[in-house]
């Protein structure tokens, strides 16, 4: 019967009764008396249903040959890939609009202690205890950084007496050679500029500003010497 039909096809092509009653402009109500031959279903309408989907009109109304066209199956499958690939695209966007508010989002960071910059110096006037960044700025996890409060002038002018600066872990040596690093020896942290004697296997901490001579570092002669990471970035208060 008709109905039975209707019904068939409606669980080959995965609709509900509401989805193809949308196409059809009717309520699912309607499909639900239709498919249980309750009431019958005018010929444009089945003609709707054919050219929508492809379906062999014949084989709707009198249950002889095939349920689809020799390319109703092809159409049918190429509508449900464009579906798909709609679906697809909307959830990559609602992927990627999330990720974007998630990077613009100010996360507190706390100041973790001081950094050795040369001798130490008085702090005059109030300083931050914490700063707020967006991850964005950092390029990778929050966990992955340290704030640490500049005490001393020999990196000057690059880096002031005061600043803060967002170190990024790393205990990669090789990696950061010539970059501005946390350096850790004997249980005090300094930051310096790293450079490497590959020859005599020293590790060479330089200065920025020329008043302070470098500071030469043997391994062998410390029991705690390591690397906590490289600068990110610099904030300053002005």
């Given at each position: 019967?008709?109905?039975?039909?209707?019904?068939?096809?409606?669980?080959?092509?995965?609709?509900?009764?509401?989805?193809?009653?949308?196409?059809?402009?009717?309520?699912?109500?309607?499909?639900?008396?239709?498919?249980?031959?309750?009431?019958?279903?005018?010929?444009?309408?089945?003609?709707?249903?054919?050219?929508?989907?492809?379906?062999?009109?014949?084989?709707?109304?009198?249950g002889d040959?095939?349920?689809?066209?020799?390319?109703?199956?092809?159409?049918?499958?190429?509508?449900?890939?464009?579906?798909?690939?709609?679906?697809?695209?909307?959830?990559?966007?609602?992927?990627?609009?999330?990720?974007?508010?998630?990077?613009?989002?100010?996360?507190?960071?706390?100041?973790?202690?001081?950094?050795?910059?040369?001798?130490?110096?008085?702090?005059?006037?109030?300083?931050?205890?914490?700063?707020?960044?967006?991850?964005?700025?950092?390029?990778?996890?929050?966990?992955?950084?340290?704030?640490?409060?500049?005490?001393?002038?020999?990196?000057?002018?690059?880096?002031?007496?005061?600043?803060?600066?967002?170190?990024?872990k790393s205990?990669?040596?090789?990696?950061?050679?010539?970059?501005?690093?946390?350096?850790?020896?004997?249980?005090?942290?300094?930051?310096?500029?790293?450079?490497?004697?590959?020859?005599?296997?020293?590790?060479?901490?330089?200065?920025?500003?020329?008043?302070?001579?470098?500071?030469?570092?043997?391994?062998?002669?410390?029991?705690?010497?390591s690397l906590?990471?490289?600068?990110?970035?610099?904030?300053?208060?002005?």
């Amino acid at each position: 019967m008709l109905g039975y039909r209707l019904k068939a096809l409606r669980k080959h092509l995965k609709l509900s009764q509401a989805e193809i009653g949308g196409v059809l402009k009717v309520n699912a109500s309607a499909i639900s008396q239709m498919e249980s031959n309750r009431i019958r279903p005018s010929l444009d309408t089945l003609s709707e249903l054919a050219r929508e989907y492809g379906v062999n009109l014949h084989w709707l109304i009198t249950g002889d040959g095939n349920m689809f066209t020799a390319d109703g199956d092809e159409n049918t499958d190429r509508r449900l890939q464009k579906i798909r690939s709609f679906i697809n695209q909307e959830l990559l966007s609602l992927v990627r609009t999330k990720s974007e508010n998630e990077a613009m989002k100010p996360y507190e960071m706390h100041v973790g202690g001081e950094i050795a910059a040369g001798p130490p110096v008085e702090s005059a006037g109030p300083t931050m205890d914490v700063v707020t960044v967006n991850r964005s700025m950092l390029g990778g996890k929050i966990e992955d950084f340290y704030v640490l409060r500049v005490n001393g002038r020999s990196m000057e002018p690059q880096i002031y007496h005061n600043d803060l600066v967002i170190i990024r872990k790393s205990h990669d040596w090789n990696k950061h050679k010539g970059s501005i690093c946390a350096v850790r020896i004997d249980g005090e942290i300094t930051l310096k500029r790293l450079t490497m004697d590959d020859k005599s296997k020293m590790i060479v901490l330089l200065s920025v500003n020329e008043e302070y001579s470098p500071i030469l570092v043997n391994p062998r002669e410390h029991q705690d010497i390591s690397l906590i990471g490289n600068l990110k970035m610099i904030l300053r208060k002005l």
